[in-house]
């Protein structure tokens, strides 16, 4: 078998993904059936695709989910969006173990616990399942690969960007929305070398509840009433990135914000100058590409691919006012 294409891959991948982000969704009948019949008759069983993640109900999940009912559509395959609304990992783990005991060659698993995946994991290659992770990693399981952002280096980034903009000293609160998960644990720690580098001390990190946005605001409130010196906030998360904008409107505070992630009410406060930036991690790709990966190899016993640790890193996308514009643009599908 020749070696695997990589740059073909994604130029592939790339033009289907760009169809599904401007709204031209799954391809014509006419011209998947062909195709689609000759893999199903190749397969003498029809392909079954999942992904299941930790929280279903989360904004910052509706372009991944989109991405993923993309790549199904566009492939004519079975693909399945499941998981838990509430971070239950026993529950999710449950779930994960019915989907492969009912046949299903290829899941995703967007985890929060990741020393809980391992056993499940390993114990589903066992069986012949093609098991990767998607935004959120379980890197000892053995999952075959991890789609997502490297959280370090774009939290280091973002720390360096917030440190600039407060002008290079006094201080800065961090949150936290998800305590304990390896995705967080791993901003924080680019976080901390971000704004330490810039000359920033931090005053802590804070726990939040991005299940609930009046919550999340009063956290944040909190925070600030705290510490009425602060001069930075860093939300690490995307709902908390929405809460601090609202609250610094509210408080009529002029700390800059720099947060993560794309969510739209976030890009609003950018383009209207509340919020500084933000750090995207591309979710609408995380969902569109562990699917096409699974496809290749389940369908088309297409190789494994061979990355540096198993990591395939999604761009840090950097969001200002400089080009807010064309974010929002190309989010407004995913807004609701």
Not at 14 to 30: F, N, Q, S, V
Not at 92 to 112: D, N
Not at 212 to 236: C, E, F, K, Q, V
Not at 266 to 292: A, H, K, N
């Amino acid at each position: 078998m020749p070696p695997f294409d990589r740059r073909g891959f994604l130029r592939s991948t790339a033009t289907g993904a760009a169809a599904g982000i401007l709204g031209a969704g799954a391809a014509r009948a006419d011209e998947a059936a062909p195709w689609v019949g000759w893999v199903r008759s190749y397969m003498k069983k029809p392909v079954k695709l999942a992904i299941t993640c930790y929280n279903t109900t989360a904004p910052y999940y509706t372009p991944t989910r989109i991405g993923v009912q993309d790549a199904g559509a566009q492939l004519g395959v079975e693909v399945l969006w499941t998981g838990v609304p509430d971070g239950n990992t026993v529950a999710q783990i449950a779930q994960f173990r019915q989907l492969v005991a009912t046949g299903y060659q290829g899941i995703a698993v967007i985890p929060v616990e990741p020393d809980a995946w391992i056993a499940p994991i390993k114990h589903a290659i066992e069986q012949g399942i093609v098991v990767v992770c998607t935004n959120s990693d379980s890197p000892d399981s053995g999952r075959e690969l991890f789609f997502g952002q490297d959280l370090v280096g774009a939290a280091e980034a973002q720390g360096r960007m917030l440190a600039k903009l407060a002008g290079g000293r006094g201080t800065v609160a961090m949150t936290n929305c998800a305590p304990g998960m390896l995705a967080l644990d791993r901003r924080i720690e680019g976080a901390k070398k971000g704004v330490t580098a810039g000359g920033l001390e931090i005053v802590g990190v804070f726990n939040t509840d991005p299940s609930d946005m009046g919550s999340d605001r009063s956290t944040i409130r909190d925070i600030a009433r705290s510490h009425p010196n602060l001069t930075a906030m860093m939300p690490l998360c995307g709902q908390d990135t929405a809460a601090a904008g609202l609250v610094k409107q509210e408080m009529k505070a002029r700390w800059p914000i720099v947060g993560t992630d794309l969510i739209y009410q976030t890009l609003e406060m950018i383009r209207d100058g509340v919020i500084d930036g933000t750090v995207g991690q591309e979710p609408y790709l995380q969902g569109y590409l562990p699917i096409m990966h699974l496809y290749q190899r389940v369908a088309l016993n297409g190789p494994k691919l061979n990355l540096p640790g198993g990591n395939y890193f999604m761009a840090d996308e950097i969001v200002t006012t400089e080009n807010v514009a064309e974010y929002l643009e190309r989010e407004k599908r995913f807004a609701g």
